[in-house]
């Protein structure tokens, strides 16, 4: 069984930083894209960051580049999204999910929640 | 403002038919056959229902069918049940991906 569990979320300073994590397990997670997708109070998703199997490819949305770094651990399964210079609008709960391209995310974590805010 | 165009809300009633837009640009939706569907229940994360345009991942029920026409992609679901309430948001392939607003189904 396909298992997304994210980490690291919580409530941080604007100017201030976090970094999420998400557990794979259940599949090769080394042959398979990954993304950061967030979604604000009561608005849609937003993707984020995706990264390909080796960590060689990474696209990030405008609105965070430079800002945040998504990563990768193939030994240990593991998906990271460094967030600095944290801003009010970035305010989400952030799902990591197996991107099979094309918009078709096929299976997403539970989420963390993180909130920026003074 | 989502790039991609949803109604707030649709309903119907238990047995009946409904369908939810989603309206793009030529440069998203009516660029390609990479149109997604998500299922999201409150407090859960969304669930793959259909991709490119109108193909089912594995369990899904054939109940829920996809099409498109030009920068419009709709997403059919048939036979209506209560456990089908929830929000529905499209996605489209584009060089960043994009996802629509959402569209809160009611089973009346």
Known sequence: EVQLVESGGGLVQPGGSLRLSCAASGFTFSNYWMSWVRQAPGKGPEWVANMNQDGSEINYVDSVKGRFTISRDNAKNLLHLQMNSLRADDTAVYYCARDFGWSRYDYWGQGTLVTVSS | ?108
């Open chain 2, 1 to 108: 403002q989502s790039a991609l165009t949803q109604p707030a809300s649709v309903s119907g009633s238990p047995g009946q038919s409904i369908t939810i837009s989603c309206t793009g640009t030529s440069s998203d939706v009516g660029d390609n056959n990479h149109v997604s569907w998500y299922q999201q229940h409150p407090g859960k994360a969304p669930k793959l229902m259909i991709y490119d345009v109108s193909n089912r991942p594995s369990g899904v029920s054939n109940r829920f069918s996809g099409s498109k026409s030009g920068n419009t992609a709709s997403l059919t679901i048939s036979g209506l049940r209560a456990e089908d309430e929830a929000d529905y948001y499209c996605s489209s392939y584009t060089s960043k991906g994009v996802f629509g607003g959402g569209t809160k189904l009611t089973v009346l």
